[in-house]
């Protein structure tokens, strides 16, 4: 087999590419995710007991730093979209806070619950609102409606 010039030129091209992209691919940093838990020691989240509606699910929380509450339809054990946010929250002690729900929750479906940290500007971000982590797990309740 006689190789031409253009055919090594070619070659050696091919070569330098995949030897330049081994090198960034092994050199580069490893990637440290953007959207991480801000730990938060002493903040709660819980359900209000016997406080649901077709419309709006209570829940008691007690904020160390101001935030949000956002439900989540579960995919499996992890958060799914977002189908309802709190409104705006400031630290401290909120008993039977509501989160209104565009539409009924789904008895036969999970839901998760989980708190965020407001980044300052009083309006939920779910890039920029970070949710809360206690002592390294995510603050989260799941459940099920208990509205039939």
């Known amino acids: 087999m006689i190789f031409k010039k253009t055919d090594i030129v070619v070659l050696v091209v091919i070569l330098a590419a995949i030897t330049g992209l ?3 691919f092994f ?3 490893p990637a440290k995710p953007d959207y991480v838990p801000v730990d938060v020691p002493g903040s709660t989240l ?3 007991p016997g406080a649901s509606w077709a419309n709006m699910q209570m829940f008691t929380v007690n904020l160390v730093k101001d935030g949000f509450i956002t439900i989540h339809e579960a995919i499996g054990k992890a958060p799914g979209p977002i ?3 709190s409104g705006f929250l400031d630290h401290g002690l909120h008993e039977g806070t509501g989160v ?3 539409t009924p929750l789904d ?4 839901y998760i619950a989980l708190l965020h940290v407001d980044n300052g500007d009083q309006v939920f971000s779910v890039t920029d609102d970070l949710p809360v982590s ?3 797990q995510v603050l989260r309740v799941d459940f099920q409606s ?3």
Do not use: N
């Open 134 to 136: 206690v002592d390294g």
């Open 27 to 29: 050199a580069a940093p």
């Open 100 to 102: 209104r729900l565009t």
């Open 46 to 48: 819980a359900i209000t």
């Open 83 to 85: 189908i309802a946010t």
């Open 146 to 148: 208990d509205v039939k």
């Open 107 to 110: 008895p036969s479906k999970d």
């Open 22 to 24: 081994g090198v960034l």
